[in-house]
Every structure is written in structure tokens, then in C-alpha cells.
């Protein structure tokens, strides 16, 4: 097995030190009385369809030098950064493509799940949810503005604390506009965690953990891409077991709060727009404070030349 010989790695045979901590000892059914109270309040303090969206939603653009557009995206305990480059033409690709291509790629960092260090190479999960990035953006883009090219789009979870997909989804719209990208609209994300009749909008690590792990009929979690001027879903990701009228309710409550995140998006991107349009003011007088230097030396310079 390859290791990441950057960071000091223990020995194959280590074991975590949480299988001796309480929690890891706790029962099932300890475990689901331990995510809300009495109050129906979860251990964040936010109600059961109460999305960190609302009142914890983080988000910031420019944050990669070297990239064509990135973003960053903060809900929490759940970091994202994403980065796009430029579109290059498709390696190894004999035949003409009337598309163009998106290439995602979705990267834990070792240190951002609190359960296990991530390996160096990507895993099963890393593949998965690349995919799913990849087929919930490519609705949003104008892929026929580049045929034959294809467009990068990599994924960074610097700290996962649930919801990782919807994050990055976010995270890669933010940073899609940000490069000039042409799109159709902007795509928002939004993730629910289902065990038996409670729905956790916007779930934490351990809901996300426990509702996988449920043997309640309905349990799993559902991930929701959405382009709300167009009322269309890009995508729609299900883990888990669910009736149809469960998986009906999930998917209004989805569409009502990814069209909360719209306006966050969109004066994320205006903060944008105004930013550059000072920059490039700012240059036009730099220049024109450069050109007029230049002037006044070419000037005496000349005089110069003409009293000799």
C-alpha cells in the first residue's frame, strides 16, 4: 500500500485511539438519542430543518493564485476549496467531441475526517463523489461554447464535517463563475439525512454516519443540485432506503433551501464583479500615471538630444 511519505505514518497494524473513548462504545440507539435534545435542538444548536446555510454560510472567491477561478466555501466544520483552469484540449482523444468535457476530481485531505486518516491514493468514496460532481455540473455548464476541450475542476475538503458533496457542488459553482465560465444558471446544492420519520437538513458527520448505518425503513441520506431560474434538478444522489413519499418530501424540502442559498451565491458574485471593476480602475490610473512619467522622460530625453 503507498504512503504519503511527506507525513509521519504509524504502523500498519495501529489502531485509533477512539475505539477506547465512550462514544465508540455507545449503542445504536444511544447514539441517535445523542443528536438532539429534549428541545428537538441538535449538539450545533440548530433545529432538525435548520440548514448552516442560513446563519453559518462562509464563502469567498480568488482564494488560488495559480487558477483560472476558485472559490471557498465554509459551512461549519466543512471546508471546500475548489479551483478551475482554463479549457485545454482532451488528452489522447482521437475523435471530435460536438461537447466539451468537465474533468472533477474530489480530494480529501488526510487529516479532514475525524473517523480515519485519508490514504495519499484516492479511494472508492474520492472516485464516487467525483463522479457525482462531474454529473451534477455538466447541466449548469455551456459545454458546446468549447468543443474537444475540456475544463478541470478540482475539489479540496480541507475538513469534513457532513454535507461534503452539496459543499462542493457550492464551491465549484462559486468558482465556475468566478473563471468566466459560460453557464446556464447558478447550481446550488443541498443535503438531508433521513432516519425513520426525522430529517436532518444540512447533516453533520455523525447524522450522516447514523443514518447510513440505520435499520429504521426509511434511512439514508439525499444530495440535491438545483438550477433554480431554470426549476430544474442538475442532480440527485440518494444513499440508503426510502419510500416514495419520503423521497418526495426530501426532495420539496431540498428545492426550498437551495433556493435559500441563491442569494448568498449571487452576492458572493456581485462582491466579485465590483471587486474587479475597482482593480481595473485602479490599473487604468496606474497606467496612465506610468505613460505619463514616460512621457516627461522621452521629452527631456529629446531635448537633450536636439541642444547637442
Known amino acids: 500500500m503507498p504512503l504519503d511519505f511527506r507525513r509521519f505514518n504509524g504502523p500498519e497494524d495501529s489502531v485509533s485511539y477512539k ?3 465512550k462514544d465508540y462504545l455507545k449503542t445504536y440507539d444511544e447514539q441517535l438519542k445523542d443528536l438532539y435534545d429534549e428541545n428537538g435542538k441538535r449538539k450545533d444548536g440548530r433545529e432538525l430543518n435548520e440548514a448552516r446555510s442560513m446563519c453559518m454560510f462562509f464563502a469567498r472567491t480568488d482564494m488560488v493564485s495559480q ?6 466555501v465554509e459551512l ?3 471546508k471546500v476549496v475548489c479551483s478551475v483552469f482554463d479549457p485545454r484540449e482532451i488528452p489522447h482523444q482521437n475523435e471530435f467531441r460536438q461537447l466539451g468535457q468537465l474533468y472533477c476530481e474530489v480530494k480529501f485531505a488526510p487529516f479532514s475526517c475525524p473517523r480515519k486518516r485519508r490514504p495519499y491514493v484516492p479511494d472508492v468514496e474520492e472516485k ?3 463522479v457525482a460532481l462531474r454529473q451534477a455540473l455538466e447541466p449548469a455548464v455551456c459545454r458546446h461554447f468549447f468543443p474537444n476541450y475540456q475544463i478541470d475542476v478540482l475539489i479540496y475538503i480541507l475538513e469534513h464535517d457532513g454535507s461534503c458533496l452539496a459543499a462542493a457542488i457550492n464551491a465549484a459553482g462559486l468558482a465556475l463563475a468566478n473563471a468566466a465560465v459560460p453557464m446556464f444558471d447558478i447550481i446550488t446544492s443541498c443535503s438531508v439525512a433521513v ?5 436532518f437538513i444540512d447533516p453533520t458527520e455523525i447524522e450522516e454516519h447514523i443514518a447510513k448505518n440505520s435499520t429504521e425503513v426509511n434511512h439514508g441520506i439525499i444530495t440535491m443540485s438545483v438550477l433554480s431560474q431554470l426549476k430544474q434538478i442538475s442532480d440527485f444522489t440518494q444513499i440508503g432506503s426510502m419510500d416514495v413519499e419520503c423521497v418526495t418530501k426530501v426532495m420539496e424540502v431540498l428545492l426550498k433551501e437551495c433556493e435559500i442559498i441563491v442569494p448568498n451565491i449571487q452576492r458572493i458574485l456581485v462582491v466579485d464583479v465590483v471587486k474587479n471593476f475597482e482593480l481595473k480602475k485602479h490599473l487604468e490610473a496606474e497606467t496612465k500615471k506610468r505613460e505619463e512619467i514616460l512621457k516627461k522622460k522621452m521629452d527631456e530625453w529629446r531635448s537633450l538630444l536636439n541642444g547637442q
Request: proline share 0%; charged share 20%; glycine share 10%.
Open 67 to 72: 487558477a483560472k477561478g476558485s472559490a471557498y
Open 76 to 78: 461549519r466544520k466543512t
Open 128 to 130: 464516487a463523489l467525483s
Open 195 to 199: 432516519i425513520g420519520n426525522k430529517m
Open 19 to 21: 475505539i477506547y473513548t
